[in-house]
């Protein structure tokens, strides 16, 4: 295959990496090897009856590995075996980190679960990954409790998010607001079920040693919660020593053992869980835990003390810190690469944060079924106008296929789908070989190995550079036969002076066929629009058939917990609002 992709690597950014042939949690034994006494991790939270003091601590390489490991043994000692899945039910804590690592060291299969989960969505999780064991906070262990019987769950172990917080903030959270806030639990007389601490405690230093290759699962990656049904997408032990390394690569000039990533996203995604966890244990950096990136002090105030010099993110983060009304007290300009991802990147919001930061904003593309990084923008290098996720990273080729048949491969600037193949690409959905076979496939034409298709709609330019128009389940089908893609709209919408957030959508229009576009829009503070004022600016700066025929004005958009805007609720919305009417 032709990569002109590749003329446009920033100086130091390899074609391709030799990957060792190790289990990813080999990353914290050699990385605790080598910086024993240096932090691993920061974790602690702002005070509001001290004046929204930040109160944190920070966690070393030598005893993260300690805890770990003696974590992994306690796993064993409850019968996990190699292969068992083990739910991660927890926010950005050190425990979150100690259960993933020591899962993968007793041999087990991760499988990272969302803790805002409603009973209906953890049952669903539960049943289907098979897990035997699931690690909850105190605060969340009701809902567990909730569905247990009707899954195969044999043991629940329960932590309290204070544990691993500083003496002081410990104190003022047991005093202020554990009984409160629903965080104390009484655990006496449930069957199977464990205080993280007392696990701990009675487990050996060092867990037995299981044989564990690089092509065995490490993480069952649950996808689709804004598209639809739950999948587990099988990411195997190579796939996340791949993507860690072609992370790292890709910014060539980190410096091992110096890096501050700044951990707002969260773990359980799989963004976070490559790019701010594994990239990071394996550069001997320092993660900075925020369990609630929405509480803005917290991340301003972190950023201020601690100097991260890295700060993953996705749009809405970026927009919020740039609109603080206090931002300017805070000194932001440690941060030196940020990679924007899990939405659109708008051209206002990249400029805007790099004016304020001094920092390299650039867009990337991932899903989880690619671990799941496979396409960034040049830290440095060239860029392109609008909103464009970059070339594909080091090791991976990607192309566009007609969305017809998906089989034939299409031209420069042609729009299809956005298919890819690399060392981070899944082994699989669990469980689910129909819908296997329908997203990774083979193309002899182009070589051995499988094409894992998207789902995006994307085009490719002369450069090797990628857009994605949109998702195909997202186009609207406009009145007039058109297809209307929603992200170019809503590039137009962010370009508002007055617009703080923008997501479109396409409504059914009672009888006639296809769908009128709405714009959902959040203001700036303090300001105030019509809807003929945001019309007739999407008048101005787009094709007539592109154009909102509706506009809602919100005080806030549905969102995942990553910050990804959920286009499908908003639609759920309109059709039950319509059948109201009717």
Known sequence: MEKPWLKEYDPGVPATIDYPQVPVHQFLLDTAARYPDKPALIFGNVVEPLGNALLDTSMTYGRLLELTERFAAALQQLGVQKGDRVAVHLPNCPQFIIAYYATLMAGGIVVPTNPQYTPRELRHQFSDSGARVAITLSLTYPYVKQIRAETPLEHVIVTNIKEYFPGLLKFLFTVAKEKKEGHFQDLSGEANTWWFQDLLAQAPAKPQPVAVTPQDTGVLMYTGGTTGISKGA?????????????????????????????????LFHSYAMTVCMNHTIYLGGTMILIPNPRVLDHVLKSINKHKPTMFPGVPAMYVSITNHPEVGKYDVSSIRVCVSGAAGLPPEVQQGFEKLTGAKLVEGYGLSEATPVTHVNPIYGKRKEGSWIGVPISD?????????????????????????????????????????????????????????????????????????????????????????????????????????????????????????????VVLKPGETATEEEIIDYCRQNLAPYKVPRYVEFRSELPKTMVGKILRRVLVEEELKRLQGQR
């Not at 990411?235 to 390394?245: F, G, I, K, S």
């Not at 060539?252 to 990533?261: N, R, T």
Request: proline content about 5%; aromatic content about 6%.
């Open 396 to 520: 991976t080729e990607a192309i566009i296929m007609d969305l017809e048949t998906g089989e034939k491969v299409l031209g420069v600037g042609e729009i299809g789908e956005l298919c890819i193949r690399g060392p981070q690409v899944m082994k699989g959905y669990w469980n689910m070989p129909t819908e296997t076979a329908n997203v990774l496939r083979e193309h002899p034409a182009l070589g051995p190995g499988m094409w894992l298709h998207t789902g995006d709609i994307a085009r490719m330019d002369s450069d090797g550079f990628f857009q994605i128009v949109d998702r195909k389940k997202d186009m609207i089908l406009g009145t007039g036969g058109y297809n209307i893609y929603p992200r170019e709209v809503e590039d137009v919408l962010y370009e508002h002076p007055k617009v703080l957030e923008a997501a479109v959508a396409g409504v059914p229009v009672g009888t006639e066929k296809g769908e009128r576009v709405k714009a959902y």
């Open 234 to 266: 099988q990411l195997t032990h190579r796939n996340l020593v791949a993507n860690a390394l072609q992370v790292r690569w890709w910014m060539a000039d980190s410096k091992e053992g110096q890096e501050v990533m700044m951990t707002a996203l969260p």
